[in-house]
């Protein structure tokens, strides 16, 4: 008899269902008549919680039925437990429930390239991003003009929604790319993209920043880096940009007119103040390309200090017949001083000598001018 009641375990249907959110369902627990239980003795529970009796319709002396409506969404993709129990509470049968949607179009394609090693993709799921049931996506490319389909197959990078096509990479030819998303209520495919591997190269931050005083002047600091090591090797011309910012403020300065240079000097900065300064790289033009590639991520941040002040250091000086006698050389000064920064801002080397032999005269200027009034009050 035992073995017999093995071949007449309960079962519930439909077994495993998928469904759209908002759809209703109609459920069945078939007992068989030798087990001795009857159908009104029964109950569901739904993730745990037992379902009220009036959702309940017994079919026959050995089915009970439960009708859900407008089913929510599955609280996640290994589906919702539907279960049959006996009156003692044991589990007779169960059933996972896959509630959830279609995908829609995925979105934000995008693709680059690390020092032309590989071509990386991400993208983000259409709509509002979640099926609640499991959805595969698929990266899938061939070359523009005479390629064959196929799929990437790398998904062991870092970023959600990604994939990397790392063999037999073609640096000539553009790709044409696009994924498709599919689960069990339906499918969706992105637009398709065209990708020339060598217009989305992106690289390593520079190596080696370092940064430091220009001697004794107080609001100049010199930037010095190395390029990326990875495309050492390759024929391009690197651009690069400059960020700096106060210690104690988090809004960034971006200067942008660095060019291909390897080093800058930033001018007009705040005496005896601790700056922080980022590097990054744009690989532009490698083996001949038109376009600018894609920008590094910034270096971790350099510190530095401009020197202080000899006006802060030695004190104010309140002499009204010395500023009277210095004011129009220092208008001329200042005049001649706007021009110059003007000129010298940035990383540009024009007048920078001029502009520094300028500064230094002046500070001595100052000191020599506060040393003597200091003298004339003792």
């Given at each position: 008899?035992?073995?017999?009641?093995?071949?007449?375990?309960?079962?519930?249907?439909?077994?495993?269902?998928?469904?759209?959110?908002?759809?209703?369902?109609?459920?069945s627990?078939?007992?068989?008549?030798d087990?001795?239980?009857?159908?009104?003795?029964?109950?569901?529970?739904?993730n745990g919680?037992?379902?009220?009796s009036?959702?309940?319709?017994?079919?026959?002396?050995?089915?009970l039925?439960?009708?859900?409506?407008?089913?929510?969404?599955?609280?996640?993709?290994?589906g919702d437990?539907?279960?049959?129990?006996?009156?003692?509470?044991?589990?007779?049968?169960?059933?996972?429930?896959?509630?959830?949607?279609?995908?829609?179009?995925?979105?934000?394609?995008?693709?680059?390239?690390?020092?032309t090693?590989?071509?990386?993709?991400?993208?983000?799921?259409?709509?509002?991003?979640?099926?609640?049931?499991?959805t595969k996506?698929?990266l899938?490319?061939?070359?523009?003009?005479?390629?064959?389909?196929?799929?990437c197959k790398?998904?062991?990078?870092?970023?959600?929604?990604?994939?990397?096509?790392?063999?037999?990479?073609?640096?000539?030819?553009?790709?044409?790319?696009?994924?498709?998303?599919?689960?069990?209520?339906?499918?969706?495919?992105?637009?398709?993209?065209?990708?020339?591997?060598?217009?989305v190269?992106?690289?390593?931050?520079?190596?080696?920043?370092?940064?430091?005083?220009?001697g004794?002047l107080?609001?100049?600091?010199s930037?010095?880096?190395?390029?990326?090591?990875?495309?050492?090797?390759?024929?391009f011309?690197?651009?690069?940009?400059?960020?700096?910012?106060?210690?104690?403020?988090?809004?960034?300065?971006?200067?942008d007119?660095?060019?291909?240079?390897t080093?800058?000097?930033?001018?007009?900065?705040?005496?005896?103040?601790?700056?922080?300064?980022?590097?990054?790289?744009?690989?532009?033009?490698?083996y001949g390309?038109?376009?600018?590639?894609i920008?590094?991520?910034?270096?971790?941040?350099?510190?530095?200090?401009?020197?202080?002040?000899?006006r802060?250091?030695?004190?104010?000086?309140?002499?009204?017949?010395s500023?009277?006698?210095?004011?129009?050389?220092?208008?001329?000064l200042?005049?001649?001083?706007?021009?110059?920064?003007?000129?010298?801002?940035?990383?540009?080397?024009?007048?920078?000598?001029?502009y520094?032999?300028?500064?230094?005269?002046m500070?001595?200027?100052?000191?020599?001018?506060?040393?003597?009034?200091?003298?004339?009050?003792?």
């Open positions: 008899m035992i073995g017999c009641l093995l071949f007449h375990v309960p079962i519930i249907h439909p077994q495993d269902p998928v469904l759209r959110i908002g759809s209703n369902l109609t459920a627990c078939w007992v068989h008549p087990l001795g239980i009857h159908a009104s003795s029964l109950y569901w529970t739904l919680q037992q379902l009220p009036s959702l309940y319709r017994v079919l026959s002396p050995t089915n039925s439960v009708t859900l409506a407008a089913l929510s969404a599955s609280r996640q993709t290994s437990n539907l279960v049959c129990h006996n009156h003692k509470g044991h589990i007779l049968a169960g059933s996972c429930l896959y509630v959830g949607m279609p995908p829609e179009k995925p979105v934000n394609l995008t693709c680059w390239s690390k020092n090693k590989d071509l990386t993709c991400s993208w983000a799921p259409g709509g509002r991003g979640e099926t609640n049931i499991s996506y698929k899938k490319y061939k070359l523009r003009w005479y390629g064959t389909e196929k799929e790398d998904n062991t990078h870092t970023l959600p929604y990604s994939c990397s096509i790392t063999q037999d990479l073609h640096l000539f030819t553009p790709y044409e790319i696009w994924v498709e998303a599919s689960n069990q209520l339906g499918k969706a495919k992105s637009d398709v993209i065209t990708v020339d591997i060598l217009e190269v992106t690289t390593d931050p520079p190596s080696g920043v370092m940064v430091s005083r220009v004794q107080e609001d100049q600091l930037v010095r880096w190395e390029a990326p090591p990875a495309l050492k090797d390759f024929l011309r690197a651009k690069y940009q400059i960020r700096y910012r106060l210690e104690e403020n988090q809004e960034w300065k971006v200067m007119d660095v060019g291909n240079q080093s800058c000097r930033l001018a007009g900065l705040r005496p005896g103040t601790v700056y922080f300064v980022q590097v990054r790289c744009n690989p532009v033009g490698i390309s038109r376009k600018a590639g920008w590094s991520e910034w270096t971790h941040p350099t510190a530095a200090s401009t020197p202080h002040s000899e802060l250091m030695s004190g104010s000086c309140d002499s009204k017949s500023g009277d006698s210095n004011s129009t050389l220092r208008r001329e200042k005049q001649f001083f706007g021009w110059v920064r003007k000129h010298a801002y940035g990383c540009s080397s024009m007048s920078m000598k001029l520094d032999q300028w500064r230094v005269l500070q001595k200027s100052h000191k020599t001018r506060n040393q003597v009034l200091q003298g004339d009050k003792s």
